[in-house]
Nanobody, 126 residues
Framework: QVQLVESGGGSVQAGGSLRLSCEVSGDMSSTSFMGWFRQAPGKDREGVGS????????FYRDSVKGRFAISRDNSKNTLYLQMNSLKPEDTAIYYC???????????????????WGQGTEVTVSS
């Protein structure tokens, strides 16, 4: 069973940067993809991006392309989300998640991810 713990959230001004971390513990043998998701007040949870663990291949939603980057350090059992040029509309609780390879391609559909962290809050002020 994989356990995920996010950290690094906080309050920043528009245009600023923030790096979120997701510490992973437990058995990773069935995990092929990990992703970052976010949920703003009154909104549905939406996918930010995903990463194929073995190769580092990434995929992002259009609104964060060129601003956000997902990476992983397997030796440290940590997933990262580097967020640059932050905008007020990026304000949300951010979650990391993990899934297997039932779908062998990138997807940002939340229901495809079976293991979730508790979330870390990001607030971007204008």
């Amino acid at each position: 069973q994989v356990q995920l713990v996010e950290s690094g959230g906080g309050s920043v001004q528009a245009g600023g940067s923030l790096r979120l971390s997701c510490e992973v513990s437990g058995d990773m043998s069935s995990t092929s993809f990990m992703g970052w998701f976010r949920q703003a007040p009154g909104k549905d949870r939406e996918g930010v991006g995903s990463i194929f663990i073995l190769s580092g291949s990434t995929f992002y939603r259009d609104s964060v392309k060129g601003r956000f980057a997902i990476s992983r350090d397997n030796s440290k059992n940590t997933l990262y989300l580097q967020m640059n040029s932050l905008k007020p509309e990026d304000t949300a609780i951010y979650y990391c998640a993990a899934r297997g390879d039932d779908n062998p391609t990138h997807t940002l559909k939340p229901s495809s991810f079976r293991t979730w962290g508790q979330g870390t809050e990001v607030t971007v002020s204008s």
